[in-house]
């Protein structure tokens, strides 16, 4: 049985918007994407900018992690320490980890989105590979 999937980033409009994505294109039905700050209460879409840097658009509104999405998950993947940290905290779990083995910068600060975007996807292919 596939675990259900949740990734975490802060605002829930560009690293775990994508990563969503990138599961659901790869065939992976069970994953969804949340943030931890207050703007991804926002329903604010999916910035064109890691669109671009992906390659591709998709329609996706941000939403702000809850009791319910951590309570469907199986496993959440956020994009740094300081999340997993923070989530794990704030609704008394151990289900969160790094997507990888670093902290994937922000590309809203960094301006780096075709490198978050590759850094992603290589995490993406490695979990789902780990999966099969």
Wanted: charged share 25%; glycine share 6%.
């Amino acid at each position: 049985m596939k675990p259900n999937i949740l990734v975490v980033c802060s605002g829930n409009i560009n690293r775990s918007a994508v990563a969503e994505q990138m599961f659901k294109d790869k065939g992976y039905t069970n994953v969804d994407s949340a943030g931890l700050g207050k703007g991804a209460l926002k329903g604010l879409p999916a910035t064109k900018r890691i669109m671009n840097a992906y390659g591709k658009y998709f329609e996706h509104k941000s939403k702000q992690v809850d009791f319910l999405l951590v309570e469907w998950a199986d496993v959440i993947y956020c994009m740094g320490s300081g999340q997993v940290a923070k989530l794990n905290k704030k609704f008394l779990t151990n289900k969160a980890r790094r997507l990888a083995n670093y902290n994937i910068a922000d590309p809203h600060f960094t301006k780096e989105y075709a490198l978050s975007v590759v850094q992603i996807k290589k995490e993406v292919e490695r979990i789902l590979c780990e999966l099969e």
